[in-house]
């Protein structure tokens, strides 16, 4: 089994409408983490949620946490084009040393 | 901002040489990562590295992978006998210590393609 799995697997949406991406996991966490990534390029770091938190607000991201169902969701607002991306959630195990398990991710594509 | 920096950028090499990836972690973090991404595929942990020893490592990260720490700035993967397999991203992350409630930083990675 795979911690961490984004769904949906691909989101294509139009300029100003929100993006939603849920990510499931098995373990307990620490935290957990969602990154975007362009298409090649490195790993963008864009909001940690704590294990004992529910909800996370950063700009336009909104990110929830529910622990009894293991499972997170980044919520984009009023989207651009420049959100398109490959988004991950990564998780941070209890008993580890920080590493994460990231999902396959989430493919958004917003349309002008 | 300080950031992770990665050399080279992309790096091509024939089956069977050894690669060196070459990572210079942000100063004051203590913890260090690598990862790999297949293209198409999930962003894989590989490594962890903490006080100059190896903390974890992935079923990936066998005998042909070495890490090391050469001069308490880089950070550096071995492949020592490159396969076609190993064709990859490979991260580089760092992290402030205090426990795992911090985010790591990543690096922009480095291209590797085995011929």
């Known amino acids: 089994s795979q911690q961490g799995e984004e769904d949906p697997q691909a989101l294509s949406i139009q300029e100003g409408e929100n993006a939603t991406m849920n990510c499931s996991y098995k373990?307990?966490?620490?935290?957990l983490q969602w990154y975007r990534q362009n298409s090649g390029r490195g790993l963008v770091h864009l909001i940690l949620?704590?294990?004992?938190?529910r909800e996370k607000h950063s700009g336009r991201l909104r990110v929830t946490l529910d622990t009894s169902k293991k499972s997170s969701s980044l919520l984009i607002t009023a989207s651009r084009a420049a959100d398109t991306a490959s988004y991950f959630c990564?998780?941070?195990?209890?008993?580890?040393?920080?590493?994460?398990?990231f999902g396959a991710g989430t493919q958004v594509v917003v349309t002008p | 901002e300080p950031e992770v920096t990665q050399t080279p950028s992309h790096q091509v090499t024939q089956m069977g040489q050894e690669v060196i990836l070459r990572c210079v972690p942000i100063s004051n973090h203590l913890y260090f990562y690598w990862y790999r991404q297949i293209l198409g595929q999930k962003v894989e942990f590989l490594v962890s590295f903490y006080n100059n020893e190896i903390s974890e490592k992935s079923e990936i990260f066998d005998d042909q992978f070495s890490v090391e720490r050469p001069d308490g700035s880089n950070f550096t993967l071995k492949i020592r006998s490159t396969k076609l397999e190993d064709s990859a991203m490979y991260f580089c992350?760092?992290?402030?210590?205090?426990?795992?409630?911090?985010?790591?930083?990543f690096g922009p990675g480095t291209r590797l393609t085995v011929l």
């Open positions: 990564a998780t941070v195990l209890t008993d580890s040393w920080g590493k994460f398990q």
């Open positions: 373990t307990s966490i620490n935290n």
């Open positions: 949620i704590r294990s004992n938190e």
């Open positions: 992350a760092s992290r402030k210590g205090g426990g795992s409630y911090n985010e790591q930083f």
